[in-house]
């Protein structure tokens, strides 16, 4: 399942991201927010990326104006690898080599066409592993205070 949370500037096309998702049987569930009223970007962050942590969601697709801020406070949340993506190259990557768990995109930098792409992406390209294992147990190192070099 994937978890789906926006901000206000963000709400737009997370609404048409939920249609995608629909019109492809993928199951979600959102966590807000729910209509173009101002709404914090670090609560629905939380919020949805509480659930990837707790293992109730598999990924987050998480929207904010650019993707930027919804990506910091995500990141912020233990166990977290988000990544603010606006090209295929990056949103195919950050799952092949970082294993990120989490997809930030911008209403204001992108439009819904590019946004579909990037999530069929994200959502479908599985993590290689391998010598990219190493440099995600020293994302967790880092996470968990510890030093890498």
């Given at each position: 399942m994937i978890v789906l949370g926006s901000d206000h500037a963000g709400f737009p096309?997370?609404?048409e991201i939920k249609k995608h998702l629909e019109?492809?049987?993928i199951e979600f569930v959102d966590v807000g927010c729910?209509?173009?009223?101002r709404y914090d970007y670090a609560i629905a962050a939380q919020k949805a990326c509480d659930m990837v942590i707790s293992g109730e969601a598999k990924k987050a697709i998480l929207c904010c104006g650019t993707g930027?801020?919804?990506?910091m406070a995500a990141n912020k949340v233990k166990g977290i690898r988000a990544a603010a993506c606006s090209d295929y190259f990056s949103a195919k990557y950050t799952r092949l080599h970082n294993d990120a768990n989490c997809l930030c995109l911008g209403s204001r930098v992108?439009?819904?066409g590019l946004a579909f792409e990037l999530v069929d992406t994200f959502i479908y390209t599985e993590f290689e592993?391998?010598?990219h294992q190493t440099r995600v147990d020293q994302i967790t190192a880092i996470e968990n205070g510890e030093k890498v070099y």
């Open positions: 096309l997370k609404e019109d492809n049987g729910y209509s173009p009223e930027i801020g919804i990506s992108i439009g819904c592993g391998g010598r």
